[in-house]
């Protein structure tokens, strides 16, 4: 069964640090692919990226940037400089593989809630 | 455009009523799907329709009945809710094959009295 760890349950921390939320994954599939989800307060989830378990290339996006360790099964979330604008839930998920084709099911962490202090 | 609509934002029903939530995506997304949200929780996956066909129902009770009228089109009619059902419901859509992404609505914050 897949799993998604997302230990960190709240964090705080001061506008314009940096900040690192963690993801750890369990799976069996080798082919499968891993994302982040932002959900501010408004509710809506907004999709930030998505990685296959076959590029174990970093990530950088502007402010954010992604590490992806497959030896670890991580896939961790960095904001840099962080702004209050990014006070959010964030969720790591896992997608798992279907043979039938177009059903894809999302395995979600329980989420990390960001609060950036003015 | 990653756009996905859905109404009513807010809906509060009795126990005996029904309702229905919709939700409209104009991206050419051959899949669509309807989420569960509790307070301080994951999304919960309930249905998801393939190529407007109902492919997975994460067995959901039979009060809460999806539709797929179309491609673009996705209704979850609601009948003799439970309090417990209270929640915000989440509809989301993809390319629908290889892990794409899914793009999420809004959500309608559902509450049964």
């Known amino acids: 069964a897949q799993k998604v760890t997302q230990a960190q349950t709240e964090i705080s921390v001061v506008e314009k640090e940096d900040v690192t939320l963690d993801c750890v994954y369990e799976t069996r599939d080798t082919t499968y692919y891993l994302f982040w989800y932002k959900q501010p307060p408004s509710g809506e989830l907004v999709f930030l990226i998505r990685?296959?378990?076959?590029?174990?290339q970093n990530e950088i996006s502007g402010r954010y940037s992604w590490n992806f360790q497959k030896s670890t099964s991580s896939f961790n979330f960095t904001i840099t400089a962080s702004q209050v604008v990014d006070s959010a839930v964030y969720f790591c998920a896992l997608s798992e593989f279907r043979v039938d084709f177009g059903n894809e099911k999302l395995t979600f962490g329980t989420g990390t809630r960001l609060t950036i202090i003015p | 455009d990653t756009e996905v609509t859905q109404t009513p934002k807010h809906l509060v029903m009795g126990m005996t009523n029904k309702k229905s939530l919709k939700c409209e995506q104009h991206m050419g997304h051959r899949a669509m799907y309807w989420y569960k949200q509790k307070a301080k929780k994951p999304p919960e996956l309930m249905f998801v329709?393939?190529?407007?066909?109902?492919?997975i129902n994460e067995s959901v009770p039979s009060r809460f009945s999806p539709e797929c009228p179309n491609s673009s089109l996705l209704n979850l009619h609601l009948h003799a809710l439970q309090p417990e059902d209270s929640a915000l419901y989440l509809c989301?859509?993809?390319?629908?094959?290889?892990?794409?992404?899914?793009?999420f609505g809004p959500g309608t914050r559902l509450t049964v009295t």
């Open positions: 990685r296959n378990s076959f590029d174990e």
């Open positions: 989301a859509s993809s390319q629908g094959f290889d892990s794409y992404e899914q793009y």
């Open positions: 329709y393939s190529y407007e066909k109902l492919s």
